[in-house]
Antibody, heavy 127, light 111 residues
């Protein structure tokens, strides 16, 4: 069974870069899912998609975060990572990594859902 | 504010049926994109409940069912149980914004 686990600093200073890593166990990151994604949830609020990376390395991200997001995969470690630059207090929240699947073969990102989730990592942006 | 709108809260007695709606528009649900549903128990990560409008993953009780019509979708919970008290989110894709989008969320309370 696929398991995901986020890791990284729980406290980041304003204007610095938030870095999180998701370690995948129970399956290969290269073949068990086509997309791997990041989602966040501010305290007491709803879910927001940050971005996803396809197994080929293509990245789709939420344009509301503009160019602050970098997502990359390290297949040798079975991990994928998120970097969010120039953080502010508005970036505080729980960050989830997730594996994505689709009911259709060769489908675009729009038909993918999140079927395996990490437990979440709370990141607070504060000086 | 999300492009997928859900009723903020709903409640029901044990054994009752509750139906959660997810209303979108022409660039998301109405454009033919699938709707998926997640359950988030307090203090835990979301869990996939329904995918591709109406398909239940293995292990999800058949008390949960999904449907889609036009630019809206619904999640029905029949035979409501205490352990169903949670937040529920719909999710789809918006082609105008080019984003995977979650609904605003519905908190279900079991009376």
């Amino acid at each position: 069974q696929l398991q995901l686990h986020e890791s990284g600093p729980g406290l980041v200073k304003p204007s610095e870069t938030l870095s999180l890593t998701c370690t995948v166990t129970g399956g290969s990151i290269s073949s068990s899912r086509s997309y791997w994604g990041w989602i966040r949830q501010p305290p007491g609020k709803g879910l927001e998609w940050i971005g996803s990376i396809y197994i080929s390395g293509t990245i789709d991200n939420n344009l509301s975060l503009k160019s602050r997001v970098i997502i990359f995969v390290d297949t040798s470690k079975n991990q994928f990572s998120l970097k969010l630059s120039s953080v502010t207090a508005a970036d505080t929240g729980v960050y989830y990594c997730a594996g994505q699947s689709s009911a259709y073969s060769s489908s675009a990102l729009g038909f993918y859902y999140f079927d395996s989730w990490g437990q979440g990592s709370l990141v607070t942006v504060s000086s | 504010q999300s492009v997928l709108t859900q009723t903020p809260s709903m409640s029901g007695a044990p054994g009752q049926r509750v139906t959660i709606s997810c209303t979108g528009g022409d660039s998301n649900i109405g454009a033919g994109y699938d709707v998926h549903w997640y359950q988030q128990l307090p203090g835990t990560a979301p869990k996939l409940l329904i995918y591709s409008n109406k398909i239940r993953p293995s292990g999800i009780p058949d008390r949960f069912s999904g449907s889609k019509s036009g630019a809206s979708a619904s999640l029905a919970i029949t035979g409501l149980q205490a352990e169903d008290e949670a937040d529920y989110y719909c999710q789809s894709y918006d082609s105008s914004l080019s984003v995977l989008v979650f609904g605003t969320g519905t908190k279900v309370t079991v009376l």
